[in-house]
C-alpha cells in the first residue's frame, strides 16, 4: 500500500475527526451555558434596575406629597394669620370711622356742620367781647360801690382765684383761656406734654368750653354731646386749661355711677391729656368716684389744704348732691332735653 493510499484511507483519519468535534461540541456548550448565565444576570440586572427605578419614583411620589403637603400648611398658616390681621385692621378701621365719626373730625363731617359751629363760635365770641365792654365801660363810675360788698364773698377766701371767669374780670387768664382754645382748635398737638389736649378740637367743643368759662363762671352744667366720648373731650380741654393756669394745684373728681363708665372716662383722660394710670388715685391729679358723699369730702380736705377741686358729673348721674355745688369749680353733663334718658334732679 502506498503513503497517498494510507493518508486518505478512512481507517486512518477517524480517530482524530472524532476528537476535533467532541472538542467542539464541549466549547459550544460550554459557550451556551456562559451565554445562559449572562442573559439570566442581564435579566437580574435589568430587574433590579426596574426595582430601583420604582422604588425612587415611589420615594419621589412621597417626597412629593411630604413637600406638598408641608407646603400646603404653611399657605393655610399664612393665609389664618393674613385673615387675622385683615379683621385686626377691618376692626381698626370700623373704630377709627366710629370715632371719626362721633368727634366730628372725619372728612364725612357735613361742612354745614362745621361752618355752623364756627359761626356760632364766632358769635359766642362776639357777645362776650360786648359784656366785656359794656363792663369796661361801667367800671369807672362805681370803683367806690364795689368796696362795701366785699365782705359778703368773704367766707370762701381760698376759692377767690377761680370763683370769677366772667370775661371782663381777670383780662390776662381770660386772654389766656381764648390763646389755648385757639391753639387746641386750630394747632393740635397729638404728642404734646402730658395734661395739654392731644385730640382734635373743633369750634362746636370750643364754644361750649368757652361758654363754661366766660359765662357759667367755671360753676354749670352743659348739654351732653353725642357720646361720652365727647363729653371726654370737652371736660379735658377744660382741665388742660386749669392744669396750664394753677398748674399741680389742681385736682380733679370724676363722679359716674358704674365702674364700667368711669374706666371710660379714665381710657378717655388717658388719650386725650396723655395721662397714665400713675396719675389716678388719692393724692394724685384725677380721682374716680362712684358716689357724691365720698367725692365731696375728699373735694372740703383738697380745699382745706389750699388745693383746688374741679368736679365734673357724668350725664349718667340723674340726681346731683347740692352739696357738690357749693364748691367753686363743677361741670355737670346735662341729658340733651330733645332725647332724654333719665330725670335730672337735685337733692
Known amino acids: 500500500m502506498t503513503s497517498d493510499e494510507f493518508v486518505n484511507s478512512p481507517q486512518s483519519s477517524s480517530p482524530a475527526s472524532s476528537t476535533n468535534t467532541e472538542g467542539k461540541a464541549a466549547n459550544l456548550d460550554q459557550l451556551q451555558r456562559q451565554e445562559a448565565d449572562l442573559k439570566r444576570r442581564i435579566a437580574d440586572l435589568q430587574a433590579s434596575y426596574d426595582r430601583l427605578i420604582k422604588e425612587q419614583l415611589q420615594q419621589a411620589q412621597v417626597d412629593i406629597n411630604q413637600l406638598v403637603k408641608r407646603s400646603l400648611s404653611d399657605l393655610e398658616q399664612r393665609q389664618r394669620s393674613l385673615q387675622l390681621e385683615i379683621e385686626k385692621l377691618e376692626r381698626r378701621r370700623d373704630r377709627i370711622q366710629a370715632e371719626m365719626r362721633t368727634s366730628f373730625a372725619g372728612v364725612s363731617q357735613d361742612l354745614a356742620i362745621r361752618v355752623q359751629g364756627f359761626k356760632e363760635y364766632l358769635v359766642g365770641s362776639l357777645q362776650d367781647l360786648a359784656a366785656a365792654a359794656e363792663q369796661l365801660e361801667l367800671a369807672p363810675p362805681t370803683p367806690a360801690a364795689a368796696e362795701p360788698p366785699a365782705p359778703e364773698p368773704a367766707p370762701p377766701p381760698k376759692t377767690q382765684p377761680t370763683a370769677d371767669f366772667a370775661a371782663g374780670r381777670f383780662q390776662s387768664q381770660t386772654e389766656r383761656i381764648r390763646d389755648l382754645l385757639d391753639q387746641y382748635r386750630m394747632r393740635p398737638d397729638y404728642y404734646g406734654p402730658v395734661w395739654q389736649l392731644r385730640r382734635t378740637f373743633e369750634p362746636l367743643h370750643a364754644e361750649r368750653v368757652a361758654n363754661w368759662f366766660f359765662t357759667q363762671g367755671g360753676r354749670g352744667a352743659l348739654k351732653s354731646m353725642s357720646s361720652r366720648l365727647q363729653n371726654v373731650l ?8 386749669l392744669h396750664t393756669l394753677y398748674g399741680n394745684r389742681l385736682h380733679t373728681l370724676i363722679l359716674a355711677n358704674t365702674p ?41 380736705r383738697l380745699v382745706e389744704s389750699d388745693r383746688l377741686p374741679l368736679i365734673i358729673i357724668d350725664e349718667s348721674e340723674d340726681k346731683v348732691s347740692l352739696s357738690l355745688l357749693r ?11 330733645m332725647n332724654p334718658s333719665s330725670e335730672y334732679d337735685y337733692y
Open 260 to 300: 364700667e363708665r368711669l374706666g371710660e372716662w379714665r381710657r378717655g383722660l388717658q388719650d386725650c391729656l396723655g395721662v397714665s394710670r400713675a396719675d389716678f388715685g388719692t393724692g394724685r391729679g384725677i380721682v374716680l368716684f362712684e358716689a357724691p358723699d365720698p367725692l365731696a369730702q375728699r373735694a372740703e
Open 234 to 241: 370737652v371736660a379735658s380741654a377744660a382741665i388742660s386749661i
Open 327 to 337: 364748691f367753686p369749680l363743677w361741670l355737670a353733663f346735662a341729658p340733651d332735653p
